[in-house]
T-cell receptor, first 114, second 109 residues
Framework: ETGVTQTPRHLVMGMTNKKSLKCEQH?????MYWYKQSAKKPLELMFV???????ENNSVPSRFSPECPNSSHLFLHLHTLQPEDSALYLC?????????????FGPGTRLTVT | GQSLEQPSEVTAVEGAIVQINCTYQ??????LSWYQQHDGGAPTFLSY????GLEETGRFSSFLSRSDSYGYLLLQELQMKDSASYFC??????????FGGGTRVLVKP
């Protein structure tokens, strides 16, 4: 595997379910991110992890719970979601050095909450 | 907080030149990035401007004016495969990227 991978690619869940999204980066980066992309809205930054520490929680509801067990893996635990949480959830990674700041995105998980 | 404004849609023909403008209001601005996203795909990095001026990478160029809180992405010699959404994003401290709403570029034959 290369780059940033995400599983599952598609997920349908009921409002009472608990599920987790997984992200893995194979780039040796030291920062990872979760974004939400809804139709007709800008990408919204949800969480930032730098060196496995959460450095940003962008006013995200507690029904979204991130976990970063090591610098290569990032999870987003979901519980009691609402239909408006249906969106594409993107994971990204970056390296905090050099003059060019670039984030590498995974293909995303298309989440539908019924 | 941070906000970025860019046009929602641009249509052009193959071989043409398209300029996508981005104006931003930010605190703690570090630089401006551009990303391309094809339908159903992941955003991919195009360019990053930390300093004023023009950065050229092949057919794509990006410009930044920090004094005007303004930047643009220039797409030259448009090809059908350039049909996609293009996002500007401002970088702040703590590796925070704030994205604009995206500009959908439609290239016609």
């Amino acid at each position: 595997e290369t780059g940033v991978t995400q599983t599952p690619r598609h997920l349908v869940m009921g409002m009472t379910n608990k599920k987790s999204l997984k992200c893995e980066q194979h780039l040796g980066h030291n920062a990872m991110y979760w974004y939400k992309q809804s139709a007709k809205k800008p990408l919204e930054l949800m969480f930032v992890y730098s060196l496995e520490e959460r450095v940003e929680n962008n006013s995200v509801p507690s029904r979204f719970s991130p976990e970063c067990p090591n610098s290569s893996h990032l999870f987003l635990h979901l519980h009691t979601l609402q239909p408006e949480d249906s969106a594409l959830y993107l994971c990204a990674s970056s390296q905090d050095s050099g003059p060019i700041y670039e984030q590498y995105f995974g293909p995303g998980t298309r989440l539908t909450v019924t | 907080g941070q906000s970025l404004e860019q046009p929602s849609e641009v249509t052009a023909v193959e071989g043409a030149i398209v300029q996508i403008n981005c104006t931003y209001q930010t605190s703690g601005f570090y630089g401006l990035s551009w990303y391309q996203q094809h339908d159903g795909g992941a955003p991919t990095f195009l360019s990053y401007n930390a300093l004023d001026g023009l950065e050229e990478t092949g057919r794509f160029s990006s410009f930044l004016s920090r004094s005007d809180s303004y930047g643009y992405l220039l797409l030259q010699e448009l090809q059908m495969k350039d049909s996609a959404s293009y996002f500007c994003a401002s970088k702040a401290a703590g590796n925070k990227l704030t994205f604009g709403g995206g500009t959908r570029v439609l290239v016609k034959p």
